[in-house]
């Protein structure tokens, strides 16, 4: 069926609902027929999008080694500032732009933050110096601070809780495509003689991501009761499908009570921790990982090719934990402890075989092994947490933490100790060892709530005649919510 065609408006449902048209329940085989057609226009727009912010993002990391730091004269922490001021940005803007998402639709706040951001972009090829490099990378986290936040939403705002993870992956994974474009990208451009290679760099991305904005303003719905590309029967369909999540539908008022259990909840507090650490690693890795690979003793373009190995590895390390934790129920928290295992020996390889130039370089890949890590933890806040004011406040608060880790996380790769870093390879394996610590307390915990519930519920399932969340509650006042782990 065509993408065009016209969307059915709430008004129109309800007419449908008073005039007693009838809605057949698919059987499992239209089911499938619908997953497949939701997966194929919702995931490759959320994915692109996804891989835009993060070769933005990224930018800085490849251009570190086409001449930016020379012409700009940045000495080694004013790079490393350069690289967290953007995460002040992203901290700043995170939790009013969650309200916006709130009170408005979701799409039209994601597209207009990639047309801000690509117009930023693009004027970093004009910066002269450190100060005009940091006002811009300020504002380029404001912008993209509601792309992720935005993107888990819709991802519980279609997909059955079973679902979640494997699809958080896959917008998840325009991540890892973005650093393999990216690294082809930036090492065809980086033999550009007609300007500076690093501002072509700069220039390119941000026009593309100009034009994907308006190409995900068209194609993206902002809910189920608005896609274009279903037909009535089927949004009806798509409605009813999550129904049983109970972690509720869009609203667009702000329930401010919901906004303090938020605040007062274990889970969330525990996934706060995990976040942080874990981004505490990436703001390094992803910050200096270019200028270690370089200090490995790799040429110039030989080490934009090898950045795009990382990824490779990257893409194999989520699959397996995505799909791992989709396809073996409850074993999300064991999955995030496996991955972080790896990084910490990732880590110890960096830090140890300094006689090895491919033993230091297998190890960085191994350290990107804390990479599925958030995919996962964002599953768990779209599977967990209901109430919608509630889960746009978690979502703040774990992106939040996911702004302080990457604040962090540069300012321990210090000048002196370049291009081995040990102080920052050393506090990457703290921070995984403290996250996998987090990642069983969490585990634990959310056993102990579900037996606590089972006992007041006196079941230990749902049943038949589970409670649907119709009415915008919370997990913690609907007993029959059962945590996933």
Known sequence: MPIHERCTTDQESQKATEENIEIIEPNPAESRRLLKKIDMCLLPVMAVSYMFQFLDKSALSYTSILGLREDLHL??????????????????????????????????????????????????????????????????????????????????????????????????????????????????????????????????????????SAVMLFFLPDEPSKARFLKRAEREAAIRRVESNMTGTKSSKIVWSQCVEALCDVQAWILVLMQFCTMVANGGIQGFGSIVIHGLGFGTLKTLQLQMVVYVFQLIFVLIATIGSSYFVNTRTFWMAFDLSIAIVGAVMLRQLTDSQWGQFFGYCLTMAYTPNLPLILSMLSGNIAGFTKKMTVNAMLFIAYCLGNIVGPQLFLEKEAPHYTTGFLAIMICCAI??????????????????????????????????????????????????Y
């Open 435 to 484: 996250s996998i610590l987090g990642s069983m307390l969490l585990r634990g915990w959310l056993i102990w709530e579900n037996n606590r519930r089972s006992k007041l519920a006196g079941s230990t399932s749902l049943g038949g005649e589970a409670q649907l969340n119709d009415g915008d509650q919370t997990d913690k006042t609907l007993i029959q919510f059962r945590y996933l």
């Open 75 to 212: 000495s080694g922490s004013q790079f490393s500032w350069a690289n967290s001021v953007y995460y002040f940005g992203y901290l700043i803007a995170s939790y009013p732009l969650v309200m916006l998402m709130v009170r408005f639709p979701v799409t039209k706040v994601l597209a207009i933050s990639l047309a801000v951001w690509g117009t930023i972009m693009m004027l970093t090829a004009v910066c002269h110096n450190y100060q005009g490099l940091w006002a811009n990378r300020f504002f380029l986290g404001t912008a993209e601070a509601a792309l992720a936040p935005g993107l888990t939403v819709i991802i519980s705002m279609w997909y059955k809780r079973s679902e979640q993870p494997l699809r958080q992956a896959a917008w998840f994974l325009g991540n890892t495509f973005a650093g393999i474009i990216g690294g082809m990208l930036a090492y065809g451009i980086g033999h550009v003689k007609a300007i500076a290679a690093w501002k072509a760099v700069f220039l390119i991305f941000g026009a593309a991501t100009i034009v994907w």
